[in-house]
């Protein structure tokens, strides 16, 4: 079963248009066209003239005699097979459509390769059939070769591409207002930080929109709309977003200090480097932002009910004591929006485990799914380590709005409770700012 078809007329000499249809529709025909709910003809010329008129009338006129109802076939011709894939991209997701066919010329194949890997992810299946020009100009399919080579882009091909891309998203309009970043009193201001909320990205589908900031091969937000959304950030809260490191959450305790080797997953991040800004994330599990004003360090950490009953909050702590010599006294600890005991159950055996953590952190303890208060806990589990109670921001006093619920407020946060697997994410951020 195939849900869209893409049949792309770049590159086709206009002499070859009409062969090339034919050729594309009997590749067609081994689909249920009638069944399929998209057949897109595309078109894209990086410098378009006149010709490209001819070719969309062309492509036009050619349409009305394929064997699709009219309602599921488009020509789309554009100067930028950016802007073309995305506006399939949007159409197919509001049908939560997966399964693409692509029907391209060989030398065409390593192009669209290439858009597909930024501005699709791995739910999106796409599958390709090459035509080819023959010697005596008619069209065939092209049988698998191993003496042929696949086509290989250029560095320059590469780059117009990523041009091509990065042009076309920058120009998207913000969804859902400003960007909007919170943050806390108890942080000074030698330090730039923040926790995003979810409004002034170009993310568009529902549970991802707008300012989502991580991409993942279960969600449909692309690599290339996540680093735009990055970007935006960058430019809003003042920091250099090629200097952005955001942790590869493994729900453990696993701190990463800059400067050493990277590991391949870990929950929380510390460094002592100006200007390099770190990030955890957070759709209902607290991102939590470190300070240490006197050595000049900082950390953050992703805190959600596994992580936090491994310790991840301390054992950021204690990176900064190990890393750069700071004293447990001195750091700042500040908590971002989470969910709230008002929309956090767990089962009985994990509430056991807060329990024992503090017996407060633990309502309707008697039902077969208690209440659990993530930032309380945390609270207490920081206190006994070592930090100074006023020297812990978890609540409105200190931070604007970071106790709100995550669930309880839609318009300003994402939520995996609230929404899904198909949930966006928003962050805490923090660095040394570099005064140079």
């Known amino acids: 079963m195939v849900d869209v078809i893409l049949v792309d007329f770049s590159d086709v000499q206009y002499d070859y248009i009409q062969k090339w249809l034919g050729g594309a529709v009997d590749?067609?025909?081994?689909?249920n066209l009638i069944e399929c709910?998209?057949?897109?003809?595309?078109?894209?010329?990086?410098?378009?003239?006149?010709?490209?008129?001819?070719?969309?009338?062309?492509?036009?006129?050619?349409?009305?005699?394929?064997?699709?109802?009219?309602?599921?076939?488009?020509?789309?011709?554009?100067?930028?097979?950016?802007?073309?894939?995305?506006?399939?991209?949007?159409?197919?997701?509001?049908?939560?459509?997966?399964?693409?066919?692509?029907?391209?010329?060989?030398?065409?194949?390593?192009?669209?390769?290439?858009?597909?890997?930024?501005?699709?992810?791995?739910?999106?299946?796409?599958?390709?059939?090459?035509?080819?020009?023959?010697?005596?100009?008619?069209?065939?399919?092209?049988?698998?070769?191993?003496?042929?080579?696949?086509?290989?882009?250029?560095?320059?091909?590469?780059?117009?591409?990523?041009?091509?891309?990065?042009?076309?998203?920058?120009?998207?309009?913000?969804?859902?207002?400003?960007?909007?970043?919170?943050?806390?009193?108890?942080?000074?201001?030698?330090?730039?930080?923040?926790?995003?909320?979810?409004?002034?990205?170009?993310?568009?589908?529902?549970?991802?929109?707008s300012l989502n900031l991580f991409s993942s091969t279960k969600r449909r937000d692309p690599k290339a709309v996540v680093n735009e959304n990055v970007r935006r950030l960058g430019k809003s809260a003042g920091f250099n977003p090629?200097?952005?490191?955001?942790?590869?959450?493994?729900?453990?305790?696993?701190?990463?200090?800059?400067?050493?080797?990277?590991?391949?997953?870990?929950?929380?991040?510390?460094?002592?480097?100006?200007?390099?800004?770190?990030?955890?994330?957070?759709?209902?599990?607290?991102?939590?932002?470190?300070?240490?004003?006197?050595?000049?360090?900082?950390?953050?950490?992703?805190?959600?009910?596994?992580?936090?009953?491994?310790?991840?909050?301390?054992?950021?702590?204690?990176?900064?004591?190990t890393e750069f010599g700071c004293n447990v006294k001195d750091i700042l600890v500040v908590m971002g929006p989470c969910v709230g005991p008002c929309c956090f159950t767990l089962h009985q055996e994990a509430a056991r485990e807060f329990m024992e953590i503090d017996s407060g952190s633990v309502r309707e303890r008697d039902t077969p799914r208690p209440s659990i208060d993530l930032r309380r806990a945390t609270r207490v589990l920081l206190e006994r380590g070592g930090i100074l109670s006023e020297k812990i921001s978890d609540d409105c006093t200190r931070c604007e709005c970071s106790a709100l619920c995550t669930v309880c407020h839609p318009d300003m946060f994402f939520s995996y409770s609230r929404d899904g697997n198909n949930f966006g994410t928003q962050t805490g951020f923090i660095s040394v700012r570099d005064e140079r």
């Open 27 to 31: 590749v067609m025909s081994m689909y």
């Open 242 to 321: 090629k200097n952005f490191h955001l942790a590869k959450v493994n729900h453990g305790n696993t701190i990463w200090a800059t400067g050493k080797s990277e590991p391949d997953y870990y929950d929380g991040i510390v460094t002592n480097w100006k200007g390099v800004t770190i990030a955890a994330p957070g759709a209902d599990c607290i991102p939590l932002l470190f300070a240490d004003p006197l050595q000049q360090a900082c950390g953050v950490a992703h805190a959600g009910w596994k992580g936090t009953l491994a310790g991840v909050a301390m054992a950021t702590v204690n990176a900064m004591v």
């Open 37 to 209: 709910p998209y057949v897109f003809l595309m078109y894209s010329q990086r410098n378009p003239d006149s010709a490209n008129n001819d070719v969309q009338s062309c492509l036009y006129q050619l349409s009305e005699h394929i064997a699709v109802p009219k309602e599921k076939l488009e020509v789309l011709v554009q100067s930028s097979l950016a802007a073309i894939l995305y506006t399939i991209k949007q159409k197919i997701d509001k049908r939560s459509l997966s399964i693409i066919k692509v029907i391209v010329f060989p030398e065409r194949k390593a192009t669209l390769e290439l858009y597909i890997q930024q501005l699709f992810t791995a739910i999106y299946k796409f599958t390709f059939e090459t035509l080819m020009v023959g010697s005596e100009g008619e069209i065939k399919l092209q049988m698998p070769v191993p003496s042929i080579k696949e086509h290989v882009l250029t560095s320059q091909q590469t780059e117009d591409i990523w041009k091509d891309i990065w042009a076309f998203l920058a120009q998207l309009k913000g969804v859902m207002g400003q960007i909007v970043v919170l943050k806390s009193l108890l942080i000074p201001d030698s330090f730039l930080h923040g926790f995003t909320t979810r409004t002034g990205g170009i993310s568009y589908l529902p549970g991802l929109s």
